[in-house]
Structures are given as C-alpha cells and as structure tokens.
C-alpha cells in the first residue's frame, strides 16, 4: 500500500456508498466509516467493505468513561478493523484503559490514536469552551499525553504536523483531515491545508472526504488527487 489517503466515506447511504467503492481499487485508498454511515449501517457494512480487500479506519471518536471506551475499543478490535480513534481530552485515565484493552490482541490489534483538537476549530472556538491557548499549544498538550499513554498517533491539522513530527518522533503516526485542492471550499473546516503541502510537511495518513464524495465523479476525484503526490513516500 503506498496511497497516503483515507477517503471518509461521509455518503447519506450504503447505496451512494457503494457507487463508489466498487470503482476504487484498494491500493488506492483506505477507507474511513464515521458515525452517519456507521449509524446507519452498523458492523455488517464493515465487514463487506473489509472482504472487498479495503482497510479500515472506524471513526467514532470515542470520549466517555475509561471502562465504556476500553470495551468500545476492544469491539472494535474483534471487527477487525485497521485504525480506530478515541478523544484525547477524555484524559490519561481514558486513553491508558483503551490501550490496554488491545493488549491481548498483540500484532492484529488496529491502530489507536487520539483526536487532538478537531480541525473544524479555531482558537476562537477554543476560547468558547474555557480553552484559552491556542489550537497548536492546545493539541501539542494532548499529543504528548496520547504518546504518553502508548497510542500510536494522533488525528491533528496538517499545519501542526511539522512541530509534532519534531516532538514526537518519526514512528507516531499523523493522521491529518482539513485536507483540501486548491478550488475547495473549506466547508466547516477551519484549520485546512492541500494535500501536496500536507504530505510535504510529513503527514502519515491525509483523511480527505466531501472535496471527493460530493464531487460530480468521486472516484475520478480520487485518481485526480493521488496525481498530485508522492506515492513513493508513504
Ligand atoms: O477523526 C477524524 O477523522 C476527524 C478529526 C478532525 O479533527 N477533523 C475531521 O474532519 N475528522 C473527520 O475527517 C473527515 C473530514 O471530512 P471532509 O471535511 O469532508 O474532508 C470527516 O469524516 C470528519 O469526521
């Protein structure tokens, strides 16, 4: 697997779903199920998108007391998917118990990371919630407990990778959304960057959703980003 992107598969329905997994190739992409898909259709789907050779990253951002988010994990981890993440400001206590809970399932436990500070926030955003630092010092705090705690990354904004590449070592992996082309619009996202700079800047994994799914063609969307990077790297 050399492609870097994790497309989030943000459609309405397993149909307009499917319209486009079945036209991508799983050495192009990993996939991302988030809560509207996967509330709407739940682990089976999951396990139908893994047969097709797709790796997966679950996305439910778990964030609730230390044991419910340690079983949640280990769930996660009996699917059999590829990442999944948890919220880092649910604390040390939280993130040490999801840990530790993949624990015995050794080498095919998924990956476990940690959202940092959400991309669609600003220091603005911040500062509502009682947060008077700004979005890199505040997910600079939470990226070293993550590390910490033994995750094995963080979900962050691309313009804090190269500072967290610095601090945190070359094998914690950097999972970045906010990504977008130039010509996408920004939607709710607020701390953004183009794919080409964000895999420049050290990026692991670039999670990028509506600038494909709400394209007119979504998997030529795909090809037409992937063009533009360096497939050699990752
Ligand atoms: O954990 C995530 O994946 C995530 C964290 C974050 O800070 N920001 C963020 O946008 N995401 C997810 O990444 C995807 C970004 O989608 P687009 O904004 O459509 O590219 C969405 O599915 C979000 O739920």
């Not at 996660?76 to 206590?93: E, F, K, Q």
């Not at 960057?193 to 600038?211: E, W």
């Not at 030529?220 to 992937?226: G, M, N, R, T, Y």
Request: with cysteine.
């Amino acid at each position: 697997m050399s492609s870097p992107i994790i497309v989030a598969v943000d459609f309405a329905d397993v149909k307009s779903a499917w319209n486009f997994i079945d036209r991508v190739d799983p050495k192009d992409c990993r996939l991302k199920i988030g809560k509207e898909l996967f509330t709407h259709a739940g682990p089976e789907f999951i396990k139908q998108i893994m047969n097709k050779g797709f790796e997966i990253f679950l996305d439910l951002k778990f964030h609730d007391i230390p044991n419910t988010v340690a079983k949640a994990v280990a769930v996660a981890a009996d699917l059999g998917v590829w990442m999944t993440n948890v919220h880092a400001s649910g604390g040390i206590r939280m993130m040490e118990a999801a840990k530790d809970a993949l624990y015995p399932y050794g080498k095919d436990a998924p990956l476990l990371i940690a959202v940092t500070v959400l991309t669609s926030m600003e220091a603005a955003d911040l500062k509502d919630i009682g947060i008077n630092v700004s979005p890199l010092e505040q997910a600079t705090k939470l990226a070293i407990l993550a590390k910490n705690c033994g995750l094995d990354g963080v979900v962050c904004s691309a313009k804090e990778v190269q500072s967290f590449r610095t601090r945190l070592g070359s094998n914690f992996k950097l999972v970045t959304p906010g990504i977008r082309p130039l010509g996408s619009g920004p939607d709710d996202q607020r701390r953004i960057m183009t794919p080409q700079r964000a895999q420049a800047a050290g990026s692991d994994y670039l999670v990028i959703g509506r600038p494909i799914t709400k394209a007119e063609d979504p998997a030529k969307a795909l090809q037409s980003i992937l063009s533009t990077l360096d497939l050699s790297k990752s």
